[in-house]
């Protein structure tokens, strides 16, 4: 009897450490798993939502950049704004990656929480956006609604990755961190040209946020759904 | 920070001034482009300045400076790589490049700064030439001049599509070889797009491009594919038509096989009389034979009724009259079953003609042979009663015809003819059953004339007269037996009260009456039963009345004027009052004068000359 439980002892050993070892390994590599549920319908589910995800991001960075444009083409020509634009955006300061390399090494929570947060934190200077672009003196109608568009779907992509991460991350609730904007005084500026420039601005920092948003969620789709084999 | 950016603005501004106020604009290098062509490197060319004047162009570098964070960094940077993106470029390889960064660079010639440039690289994407261009052909019209083909390729080599870093639409030029014009399709996602409607004797070219989704611009086109459709094979639109010899030869064979069906099997007697001429038949004139196949009796009656047409023909018609060979000093001195088997072989052979006849004259004399044919009638004294209206018996059913079996059999003509016959007699009475033929009828009243001749001195059981109760489509002759031959045959209890009411057995079938048994009935027993034997017979059969019969239906109609009683003689002959078909003849009540002795004494067979000296 004892011989038997000690060899029997010694012949698991080994297969014990291989599996913790397998366990500590694997955790150390890889993020966490999609769809921790395992549920079936979650995968199709996901599928389906960044599908919508990406048709939405790739759609408000076509309308933001064509009312860049003509933005620019109306109001911005000789004005040299373009070497302003220097000025950073109020997005500027959260840690996005910013190459290929660190978005690859960036994991798929963090960065569906840094795409939850760069469109809170748009929420609000798009609302004041259309508010004064009412106002503003001559404003094409294409650049109008565009702006009412824009803050639309910014809202829906909003829900949709909120929904996302619920699937990814169940159970998991986030601070809702965003970045506050501030520029609105220099929306309100009395000076025209302080005022155009203020707009200038923010479309191009809006083009700028909504071509790293469609990135970012392309990639994780890419990843996640298809596996890297777009 | 705003003393940084005011200078750099100063600077910038200035730059642009000592551009554009330069003497020679054309000598300075500019910066010509800048591109990334995967978002993750970029590259700068610049041109050097078109050396108009002796001036060596100087030491041209490149600086650039980007706002890594909310800062700009304080120093220009100089390029990286001068080499790797050929002459007057700089590349910048990926760890030099971020997205969504804003760079600046400057170009420097001899210190000074020459150009100037700020941008973020996502807004320089423009994507290599897609590689790996092919078609396949997907289809040929039916008229052999367009067909449509698919291109395929692969996207560029360095654009991480795989891990979708990069997504990328491309667009799709081609055009004929001499042409000038490139048409061009709408930009697609995908790596292949099928081409509609390319003519298959021309040449095309094919040429691809790509760029970034979202962006304006393209990059630079794939080398140019070759397409050279295959050929059509001329046979198509071949302008000699060759006479389709070989359809012809089948459809002709095939009609012909079957037209020559339709000849051969077809009911047309026309047609078929026309390849195949019937061998002449017997005709009877008058009656249309079908009428009897058809069993509508109550046309023969009116066709009978019709009797200035028809009793003439039938009647006058002495012709076939004469077929009838009445040998009765034969009878005596041949055996008893020659003239029966004369007959009967001739009828054997004969009647199938007669009774399938159709209406056709020609063929009368072919049937008989010349024997009977030649027969006069001169036994006319004692044929006289063989031309006769005659009627066929009716068999009502197997019974009957096992009587007439019994009968024959009881009346042994004892020779081969006879159970020949019997046989195709048998047949031939199931078959008439519903087809008392009056041409039958008529000429078996002469074989039943001869036959009974014939018989009564062969036969010992029948009498002198017995009556031909069918005509086998063999031709020969079935007999009632006589009638005082009935009681002993158990078979034919058709009707035990009629023979035992009449002294005479009376056939019940038999519609023929003896005038002398017929008083006999109608003495023996009461009238009624007569009068129902005769009535009911009448209405079943529907035929033929022979006077015996149509006496004993006067003798019945005319109750008033005519007792039925055996004292009185019945007129053998009474005139057809009325036909009523199918009941039968009303007879006029009123006797007729007899003219003729003859008929008188025997039981009376009507010769037609007779029968039309009486009828009106």
């Known amino acids: 009897m004892d011989s038997k439980g000690l060899s029997l002892k010694a012949g698991s050993l080994p297969l014990l450490l291989l599996l913790v070892s397998n366990l500590l390994l694997c955790k150390s590599v890889a993020s966490l798993p999609v769809c921790p549920s395992g549920a079936a319908n979650c995968q199709v589910s996901l599928r389906d939502l960044f599908d919508r995800a990406v048709i939405l991001s790739h759609y408000i960075h076509n309308l933001s950049s064509e009312m860049f444009n003509e933005f620019d083409k109306r109001y911005a020509q000789g004005k040299g704004f373009f070497t302003k634009t220097i000025n950073s955006c109020h997005t500027s300061s959260l840690p996005t990656p910013d190459d290929k390399e660190q978005a690859q090494q960036t994991k798929h929570e963090d960065l569906l929480n840094l795409v939850l947060t760069v469109l809170r934190s748009w929420n609000d200077p798009l609302y004041h956006l259309v508010a004064e672009m009412r106002g503003l003196q001559e404003a094409p109608d294409t650049i109008l609604s565009r702006a009412i568009e824009i803050e639309e779907q910014n809202k829906q992509l909003l829900e949709g990755m909120e929904k996302i991460v619920g699937q990814v991350q169940p159970g998991v609730k986030e601070n809702e961190v965003y970045s506050v904007w501030s520029g609105l005084p220099s929306l309100q500026m009395a000076d025209e040209d302080t005022r155009l420039f203020a707009f200038y601005n923010l479309l191009h920092c809006l083009r700028r946020d909504s071509n790293k948003i469609d990135n970012y969620l392309k990639l994780l789709k890419c990843r996640l759904i298809y596996n890297n084999n777009c | ?616």
Not at chain 2, 418 to 442: F, H
């Open chain 2, 1 to 616: 920070m705003d003393l940084w950016k005011l200078l750099l603005t100063l600077a910038v501004a200035g730059s642009s001034d000592a551009l554009s106020g330069s003497d020679d604009s054309s000598g300075k290098p500019k910066f010509t482009k800048c591109r990334s062509p995967e978002l993750e490197t970029f590259s700068c060319h610049w041109t050097d300045g078109v050396h108009h004047s002796l001036k060596s162009p100087g030491f041209v570098q490149l600086f650039y400076n980007r706002r890594s964070t909310q800062e700009w960094t304080q120093e220009w940077k100089e390029c990286p790589d001068y080499v790797s993106a050929g002459e007057n470029s700089c590349y910048f390889n990926s760890s030099y490049t971020s997205i969504w960064i804003p760079y600046c660079i400057k170009l420097t010639s001899n210190g000074g700064t020459v150009d100037q440039k700020c941008f973020s690289v996502e807004e320089i994407v423009q994507p290599d030439p897609p590689i790996g261009l092919n078609w396949t052909l997907l289809n040929i019209s039916l008229t052999g001049i367009h067909a449509d083909i698919q291109v395929r390729w692969e996207p560029p080599p360095n654009a991480d599509v795989q891990k979708g870093w990069i997504v990328l639409e491309y667009e799709l030029q081609y055009k004929e070889i001499n042409e000038t014009q490139w048409r061009m399709m709408d930009p697609v996602l995908s790596t292949s797009v099928p081409v509609y409607s390319l003519r298959l004797d021309k040449e095309y070219e094919v040429r691809v491009r790509s760029r970034q989704r979202n962006s304006e611009k393209y990059g630079e086109f794939s080398e140019v594919l070759y397409v050279t459709l295959p050929q059509m094979s001329p046979l198509a639109c071949e302008e000699d038509f060759q006479f389709p010899w070989v359809l012809i030869i089948v459809f002709g064979i095939f009609g012909l096989t079957v037209i020559l069906f339709l000849f051969i099997f077809s009911k047309q007697q026309r047609i078929k009389m026309l390849i195949l001429p019937p061998v002449p038949v017997p005709k009877i004139k008058g009656i249309d034979p079908d009428l009897f196949k058809e069993g509508k009796l109550e046309e023969v009656n009116t066709i009978l009724a019709i009797h200035d047409n028809y009793k003439p023909e039938f009647y006058n018609d002495d012709s076939w009259v004469e077929f009838i060979e009445l040998d009765i000093d034969d009878l005596d001195e041949k055996t008893e079953g020659s003239d029966t088997d004369r007959l009967l072989s001739s009828d054997h052979q004969k009647s199938l003609n007669i009774l399938g006849a159709k209406d056709d004259d020609s063929g009368r004399t072919s049937c008989y042979e010349p024997d009977i044919l030649e027969t006069d009638f001169n036994a006319s004294d004692v044929g006289d009663g063989t031309s006769e209206v005659a009627q066929p018996q009716r068999l009502k059913g197997e019974a009957d015809l096992l009587c007439l079996d019994m009968k024959n059999q009881n009346n042994p003509s004892s020779n081969d003819a006879t159970p020949a016959t019997q046989e195709p007699g048998i047949i031939l009475a199931e078959e008439n059953k519903s087809r008392p033929l009056l041409i039958g009828g008529i000429e078996s009243t002469h074989q039943a004339a001869h036959t009974q001749l014939s018989n009564p001195s062969s036969l010992a059981n029948i009498d002198f007269y017995a009556q031909v109760s069918d005509i086998t489509p063999a031709g020969s002759v079935v007999l009632s037996p006589g009638q005082k031959n009935k009681a002993g045959i158990s078979q034919c209890d058709i009707h035990p009260e009629v023979v035992s009411f009449c002294q005479a057995n009376f056939i019940t079938d038999n519609a023929y009456f003896c005038e002398a048994d017929a008083k006999k009935c109608i003495a023996a027993a009461p009238h009624v039963e007569i009068e129902s034997r005769v009535e009911p017979r009448l209405n079943q059969e529907d035929i033929y009345i022979t006077t015996e019969s149509l006496t004993t239906t006067a003798g019945r109609s005319g109750t008033a004027e005519e007792g039925p009683s055996s004292e009185l003689p019945v007129p053998d002959y009474t005139s057809i009052h009325i036909v009523q078909s199918p009941q039968g003849l009303v007879l006029n009540a009123t006797a007729l004068p007899l003219s003729d002795k003859e008929f008188l004494s025997s039981c009376g067979y009507v010769s037609t000359d007779q029968l039309n000296k009486i009828m009106p």
